[in-house]
């Protein structure tokens, strides 16, 4: 591999980092590979980002507070992260994601907490690209076929697996640097 090719999948994976799932770049053909090589269906994949960009949409027109809220969608299961300043407001977001259309379950872990700081985050996206790093480079399984979000130093894990690529890669995040615990939200094949 050239140093150009590894410096730009390192530019790639730091973009993406503070997103939480494994960067898609979609340039004509290319994107229809990484696609290809997601368990997900076509539909899915695309179901995943409508939810994400709805939830998005309808949690700023509909609430009034102050707040750092992740939804993430794999497969229509989602997880919401981040933190909300009171009870009240987390059910409030946790039913506004759950009647979005194609919603299958929710997972809402917000922190009733104060809100995380911009280093904070910082280190949840370096943990991230670190965790995504550490999985191109294990071939016990594909670093395509896990989502990887990281909220106040916990690791959660999405994605269509069988139970030895799960223990793999729940094995690789819990090792990570700064990684405090691991949540894995896979669904299995075996």
Request: glycine content about 6%.
């Amino acid at each position: 591999m050239t140093v150009r090719v590894v410096s730009l999948l390192l530019l790639v994976l730091v973009s993406g980092s503070l997103q939480g799932c494994f960067p898609v770049v979609a340039v004509g053909v290319g994107a229809g590979v990484l696609i290809a090589q997601d368990r997900r269906t076509k539909n899915a994949y695309v179901d995943d980002q409508k939810i994400e960009t709805k939830a998005a949409d309808l949690i700023d027109k509909q609430i009034n507070s102050v707040m750092h809220v992740n939804v993430t969608s794999y497969n229509h299961n989602v997880l919401i992260s981040g933190e909300v300043l009171d009870e009240s407001t987390k059910t409030e977001i946790g039913k506004i994601i759950s009647g979005i259309k194609n919603v299958r379950d929710v997972n809402n872990d917000l922190a009733i907490s104060n809100i995380s700081s911009l280093a904070s985050r910082s280190n949840d996206g370096l943990i991230t690209s670190n965790v995504k790093l550490r999985f191109v480079n294990d071939k016990r399984f594909s670093a395509d076929h896990i989502k990887v979000v990281t909220e106040n130093g916990t690791v959660y894990l999405m994605g269509i697996v069988n139970h030895a690529e799960a223990d793999a890669a729940t094995d690789v995040t819990s090792t990570t640097k700064g990684v405090q615990r691991v949540i894995s939200m896979f669904e299995y094949l075996d």
